[in-house]
C-alpha cells in the first residue's frame, strides 16, 4: 500500500509543521515493494495534465518502468502485489511456451492503481503495460486497495463507503458490503489472508470467513492514513494524520480487547510506518525527513499485563514509549542542513535489523542500505547520522563532481601582473610642427646645453611603460605571413588539434579548422578529450564573432560539439555563461533574416515585372523566333534531304530579312 501525502488539518494536528518531505520532493504517491530486500521503488508525480508513474530498480538506482495515465486520469493509490501471467504477453520464448502448454501460470510482479474515475488498473512491470482493469464496483474515486498473495482476490474501497470483494482473474465483483463507519479509505489485509482492517477515524477489524467484525479500535482524532500488521498478525500499527503518535493494537481473535497497547511517539508528525516482517521491530518516517526505530513495539506492556492481569490492562492508560534508535541525513556542505529521507522499509539485508530509505528527490532518488545495530554486540544504536551530498531535481547541480573539480582548477584573476594606464600617459603639452632633422644635426642639438627636452611621441611612452613593442610585433607578423602551415590529414587532425588546444597555437588551429567534411569533423569531436571540449568552443565561438563570412565552416564545428557531447556539456556549471555571446551573435545574425526574405520577394516582384514588360514590347514572330531552339540536331538519310533542308533554312533568312526591311519603313 502506497503512501498518500496529505495537507495539514489545523484542527487536530498536534505539531505546526510545513509539507513534509515527499510534497516538497513533488511526490504524490510513494511505496517500496513488499519483498524482504525492496528491490523496486515506485512514485507517482505529477505531470502537465496527467500523473506520471516511475518505478526505480533500487539496487541499480535507475528507472525500469515509466507509465502516464491517459489525460486528465488522477491515481489516487499504489499498492504492490503479484498477478497470475497466463502467457497472452508473455516473451514468445521456450520456456514461457513449456509453462503455458503445462498449464502452470507463473506469477508476475504489478502495481494495482486506483484511478479517480473509480477503476483499477493493474500495471505489470514485465510487460510495461497495463494488463487488467477491474471497473463497475465503485462510481467514486478509490481510496484503497489490496489483494492476496496469489493475485486471485482482492479487496477495495472509494470514497462512496463500499467495499468491494474482486475476482482478479474474472475481473468480476464477488461481493460488496457497506462499510460500518463514515469515512472509511484505508485498508489492510493480514499475512494468513483471514483479516481486513478497514479505518476511517477508527478501525475495524473484519473476519473474511464469517463476514463479521472481530473488534473496534478508537484512539485517533484525525483521519488514519496507514495500517501494518506485524509478522504473526497479533499486532496492528496505526498513523494518523497530523499526529506524531503511533498506535499499537491488539489484532488477537482470542480476546476483546480494543485499547491501544501502547503509543509510539516522536518529536513531529508521521508521515510513513513499516513494520519489519522478521521482528516485532516499527520504524516511522516523520515529515521533517526522520526516521525513528523501535525494536519491540509492544514490549512494555507485555510486561505490564503480565503483572497486573488483562482487567487490570484494559483500564489502565496506555504508555508512550521513544524510538530506540533514531537516523539522521546531514549535508556534506553543512552539518546543520538535513537531507529528509523520503521513504523507509525493512530489508533482510546484512543479516537483518537493517532498513533501505530512499532520499534526494523525485527525478533521481538514492537509495541506501542503514544498518541500525552494532555489528559486534547486536545492540541498537541509539543516535545514527549519515553525511551525504544533497541531490536536488536540477539537472546540472551546482555541487556535483565536475563543478567541484572546475572550482578547484579555476585559476583566479591577478592584478599584480597588469599596467594601467591613464589620461595623463598620453597627455600632450603643446600642439607641435614635425622638423626633419639630419642626424648629424640631431646629435648636435642633443650636445647642447639648456636645449629645450622634445616631448616624447605615444610610441616612446608606450614603449617605455613596456604596454607594446611594435618592433618585435612587426617581425612576429612578417614570421607569420611568411610561415604557412599545412593542413593536416584527416586520420591525423585528433592529434594536430590536440596539440594546438593545448600550446594554445593559433596558426596550427586555423589549419585544423581548413576541414569542413562533416564525417571527418564527426569522429574528430568524437575521439577529442573532455578537457579540450570547452577551449575548442570558447576559440570557433571567438573566431565566429570575429569573422561571421566563415560562419557556414565554424558552425559545422560547433554544432558536431554541441550534438556529440551534450551529457558532457551539461555538468558544467557556466556554460550558459560562456555561450551567451554565441546566442546573441546568431540572434542578432537571425533578425536579419526575416528582413532578406522581404527584400528577396520585393525583388521577385520586380523581376517578373520586368519580364512581362519585356515579352509584351515584342511581336508575334520575333517571340516565336526567341522561342525556338537555336540548334537542331536531325539525322539525315541521303544527300538530297540535306539539300532540301538548305533550300528551307535559306528561304526562312529571306523572309525574316524582308520583315525586318517592313518594319524599319514603318519606323522611316
Not at 515527499?22 to 500523473?51: K, P, Q
Not at 509453462?99 to 486506483?114: D, H, P, T, Y
Not at 594536430?496 to 567534411?517: M, P
Not at 527584400?599 to 522561342?627: C, E, F, P
Amino acid at each position: 500500500m502506497g503512501k498518500v501525502t496529505h495537507k495539514r488539518n489545523h484542527d487536530t494536528s498536534t505539531v505546526e509543521t510545513s509539507a513534509n518531505a515527499s510534497e516538497n520532493a513533488g511526490i504524490v504517491i510513494s511505496s517500496f515493494d513488499e519483498s524482504n530486500t525492496a528491490e523496486y521503488f515506485a512514485l507517482i508525480t505529477h505531470a502537465v495534465d496527467r500523473h506520471r508513474l516511475r518505478i526505480f530498480n533500487v539496487r541499480s538506482g535507475t528507472v525500469s518502468n515509466d507509465y502516464s495515465a491517459q489525460e486528465k486520469e488522477k491515481i489516487t493509490c499504489l499498492t504492490w502485489g503479484y498477478l497470475k501471467d497466463t502467457g497472452d504477453l508473455q516473451a514468445n520464448t521456450v520456456q514461457a511456451f513449456k509453462k503455458k502448454k503445462s498449464g502452470i501460470a507463473s506469477l508476475s510482479r504489478v502495481i494495482a492503481l486506483g484511478m479517480q474515475s473509480g477503476s483499477i488498473a493493474m500495471y505489470s512491470l514485465s510487460h510495461g503495460a497495463i494488463t487488467k482493469q477491474l471497473v463497475g464496483g465503485h462510481t467514486t474515486a478509490i481510496t484503497d486497495f489490496v489483494m492476496t498473495k496469489d493475485g486471485q482476490r482482492g479487496y477495495s474501497v472509494a470514497e462512496d463507503n463500499f467495499i468491494v470483494e474482486w475476482d482478479i482473474e474474472e475481473g468480476k465483483e464477488i461481493s460488496k458490503w457497506k462499510a460500518d463507519a463514515k469515512n472509511v479509505r484505508k485498508l489492510k489485509l493480514s499475512h494468513d489472508e483471514n483479516k481486513l482492517a478497514t479505518a476511517g477515524h477508527t478501525i475495524t477489524l473484519w473476519d473474511l470467513t464469517t463476514r463479521s467484525v472481530i473488534k473496534k479500535f478508537t484512539g485517533h482524532a484525525s483521519a488514519i492514513k496507514e495500517l501494518s500488521f506485524s509478522h504473526q498478525d497479533d499486532i496492528l500499527v496505526s498513523n494518523a494524520e497530523d499526529d506524531r503518535y503511533v498506535n499499537v493494537w491488539d489484532a488477537q481473535t482470542t480476546n476483546t480487547n480494543s485499547n491501544n497497547l501502547t503509543a509510539l511517539t516522536l518529536e513531529t508528525n508521521v508521515a510513513h510506518i513499516d513494520f519489519s516482517s522478521t521482528e516485532p521491530s516499527v520504524l516511522a518516517v516523520t515529515d521533517d525527513g526522520l526516521v525513528g526505530i523501535w525494536e519491540n513495539a509492544s514490549f512494555t506492556t507485555s510486561q505490564s499485563a503480565s503483572t497486573t492481569g488483562s482487567n487490570r490492562r484494559k483500564m489502565m492508560r496506555s504508555m508512550t514509549k521513544e524510538a530506540d534508535s533514531h537516523l539522521k541525513i546531514v549535508s556534506t556542505s553543512s552539518e546543520d542542513s538535513v537531507i529528509p529521507i523520503l521513504a523507509a522499509k525493512f530489508v533482510t539485508d546484512n543479516g537483518g535489523k537493517s532498513i533501505m530509505v530512499a532520499r534526494g528527490s523525485s527525478v533521481k532518488p538514492s537509495f541506501e542500505v542503514v544498518k541500525y545495530a552494532d555489528e559486534s554486540t547486536g545492540a541498537i544504536l541509539p543516535e545514527i547520522t549519515l553525511s551525504r551530498q544533497p541531490i536536488t531535481n536540477y539537472l546540472i547541480d551546482t555541487s556535483s563532481i565536475a563543478a567541484n573539480n572546475l572550482r578547484t582548477t579555476r585559476k583566479a584573476y591577478d592584478e599584480s601582473a597588469v599596467t594601467v594606464i591613464g589620461n595623463t600617459d598620453f597627455a600632450i603639452k603643446g600642439p607641435t610642427m614635425a622638423i626633419h632633422t639630419t642626424e648629424g644635426q640631431a646629435e648636435e642639438e642633443e650636445g647642447e646645453e639648456g636645449a629645450e627636452t622634445v616631448e616624447l611621441t605615444i610610441e616612446q611612452k608606450l614603449e617605455s611603460l613596456d604596454v607594446s613593442n611594435t618592433k618585435s610585433k612587426k617581425k612576429n607578423n612578417n614570421n607569420k605571413k611568411k610561415t604557412t602551415i599545412d593542413t593536416p590529414s584527416a586520420g591525423s587532425l585528433r592529434a594536430v588539434l590536440v596539440q594546438a588546444l593545448h600550446t594554445n597555437d593559433s596558426g596550427l588551429l586555423e589549419a585544423c579548422l581548413q576541414h569542413y567534411k562533416p564525417d571527418v569533423i564527426d569522429n574528430t569531436v568524437r575521439k577529442l578529450p573532455t578537457e579540450y571540449l570547452i577551449p575548442l568552443l570558447l576559440e570557433l565561438i571567438t573566431r565566429f564573432q570575429e569573422k561571421p563570412i566563415r560562419a557556414p565552416i565554424l558552425l559545422v564545428w560547433i554544432k558536431s560539439v554541441l550534438l556529440i557531447h551534450t551529457a558532457y556539456l551539461m555538468t558544467v556549471p557556466d556554460l550558459v555563461g560562456k555561450l551567451s555571446n554565441f546566442y546573441q551573435a546568431l540572434d542578432t545574425r537571425l533578425g536579419v533574416f526575416p528582413k532578406l526574405l522581404a527584400l528577396r520577394g520585393r525583388l521577385d516582384i520586380v523581376q517578373s515585372q520586368v519580364n512581362v514588360k519585356s515579352y509584351s514590347n515584342i511581336n508575334d514572330k520575333q517571340l516565336q523566333r526567341a522561342q525556338l531552339p537555336e540548334n537542331v540536331y536531325v539525322e539525315l538519310d541521303s544527300d538530297d534531304e540535306a539539300e532540301a533542308e538548305e533550300d528551307l533554312a535559306s528561304m526562312d533568312e529571306d523572309d525574316i530579312s524582308s520583315d525586318d526591311d517592313d518594319d524599319e519603313d514603318m519606323v522611316s
